[in-house]
T-cell receptor, first 112, second 114 residues
């Protein structure tokens, strides 16, 4: 079946460091791909999405490119802030019904 | 406005109680979802409503009963829950139930079953 694999956390970075969170997927077709962020005690917020190969999603300084050849959707940010500390979920949707398949989540901690 | 609201924010209930969770959106979305999220885990899909009709039930126990009274509202009725049902319950909505439509999540109801 469809699946999403994310890098294990927690990831700890200093403020202004470069962030990469790896995400790879397995799907029988051509899924839509999403990154969601969850701050402590809150629900999930959509961070960005891409619906076809080579699409780049971007929002709030975060970017991810849909790479069909490597089945990847890695999340990047050039300079992280303490306020970016949260759990980040990669997810795909494919096959009807808009069922989201989530990765396990990656906790990011940004320190001063 | 991309807001999904959920009430209550917190709920503590005994195993013999009956309670309901409520979810509302005013974005004109025609698909709504219930998820369950345990600590340090991703959300797990429970139910999908499309155009006010239940389209997906992920083999959820009957002690959870969803209801969609109209296109803006989604309820989850709870009865005879078990302590292992304690979790964060998230509601979400999307423009339609197709794969390319992003889902917008509410803040969740944190449920504790005693």
């Amino acid at each position: 079946g469809d699946s999403v694999t994310q890098m294990e956390g927690p990831v700890t970075l200093s403020e202004e460091a470069f962030l990469t969170i790896n995400c790879t997927y397995t799907a029988t077709g051509y899924p839509s791909l999403f990154w969601y962020v969850q701050y402590p005690g809150e629900g999930l917020q959509l961070l960005l999405k891409a619906t076809k190969a080579d699409d780049k999603g971007s929002n709030k300084g975060f970017e991810a490119t849909y790479r069909k050849e490597t089945t990847s959707f890695h999340l990047e940010k050039g300079s992280v802030q303490v306020s970016d500390s949260a759990v980040y979920f990669c997810a795909l949707s494919w096959g009807g019904g808009n069922k989201l398949t989530f990765g396990t989540g990656t906790q990011l901690k940004v320190e001063l | 406005d991309t807001e999904v609201t959920q009430t209550p924010k917190h709920l503590v209930m005994g195993m013999t109680n009956k309670k309901s969770l409520k979810c509302e959106q005013h974005m004109g979305h025609r698909a709504m979802y219930w998820y369950k999220q345990k600590a340090k885990k991703p959300p797990e899909l429970m139910f999908v409503y499309s155009y006010e009709k239940l389209s997906i039930n992920e083999s959820v126990p009957s002690r959870f009963s969803p209801e969609c009274p109209n296109s803006s509202l989604l309820n989850l009725h709870l009865h005879a829950l078990q302590p292992e049902d304690s979790a964060l319950y998230l509601c979400a909505s999307s423009q339609d139930a197709g794969d390319r439509y992003e889902q917008y999540f509410g803040p969740g109801t944190r449920l504790t079953v005693t």
